[in-house]
């Protein structure tokens, strides 16, 4: 397992959790970030490559994530001050990095083939 810190990057599994939960909150989550306007509405505009607003959450999240100066507590800030307080341990904590399983998610990992019991 790789070094976990505050600088790490928000991981694949953790973008599929966060994203459907932020839907409601991303434009104002990408503004408290300081993501360049032209930016964020491209992607509320590209109905194409984000058809979905989980599918824009999960690209704003991208773009926060990739910022050079990209901080887990930042962002565990920002979703405190758009009232998604349930999200800020996932975040700072990194409990959904790793393993597509916890968290309650349904979201099966397209690499591992579902057992029947």
């Known amino acids: 397992e790789e070094p ?6 928000l991981s694949p599994p953790e ?9 409601r909150k991303w434009r104002e989550i990408a503004g408290l970030a300081e993501l360049d306007e032209g930016e964020v509405e491209n992607v509320n505009q590209s109905n194409i490559p984000y058809p979905e ?10 773009m926060i994530s990739n ?6 507590k930042k962002l565990a800030e920002h979703l405190e001050e ?11 904590r990194g409990t959904s990095r790793l393993s597509p ?5 349904q979201i099966a990992s397209p690499n ?4 029947s019991r």
């Open 101 to 105: 399983h916890g968290a309650g998610s």
């Open 67 to 72: 910022k050079p100066n990209f901080s887990r």
């Open 82 to 92: 758009v009232k998604l307080c349930n999200l800020v341990d996932v975040v700072l």
């Open 4 to 9: 976990f810190c505050d600088t790490t990057k």
């Open 53 to 62: 607003a989980k599918d824009k959450a999960r690209k704003i999240l991208t």
């Open 15 to 23: 973008l599929t959790r966060l994203a459907p939960q932020i839907i």
């Open 112 to 115: 591992k083939t579902v057992e």
